[in-house]
């Protein structure tokens, strides 16, 4: 892999404890899709996966979310033999990626 590919610091990926598993973004994702936050400025990820899980179920979106952070899949990629829309998986990617920074950041102090 080239050194300009994104890596994610999953715990997956990273083997690192205090890094967030990849099963912790995809619940924080799911939580803030059920409940939006309303004066936050990250709250149109909220709305935006709350849009994305009601049209598509739990399930694929943690698919793409562990495509995305694992597996290192291209967000548009990630929706394939899902019956998902790219854009919905570029939309997905890009929530849980701030998702895990936040994580991460949390765990930092």
Known sequence: MP??????DVRERTKKPEHASVDDVAE???ERA???RTEHRYA?????MATVVDRYGTDPVRIVIHRILVDH???RTATHDLEMRNVDGIRIGT???QF????????DG
């Not at 050194?3 to 994610?8: I, V």
């Not at 149109?44 to 935006?48: N, T």
């Not at 895990?100 to 765990?107: E, F, I």
Request: net charge negative.
């Open 95 to 97: 929530a849980a990626s």
């Open 73 to 75: 899949y291209p967000f």
């Open 3 to 8: 050194d300009n590919d994104a890596l994610y």
């Open 28 to 30: 924080l994702v799911l």
């Open 34 to 36: 059920q409940n939006p």
């Open 44 to 48: 149109h990820l909220d709305e935006m």
């Open 100 to 107: 895990l920074t936040a994580l991460n950041a949390q765990d």
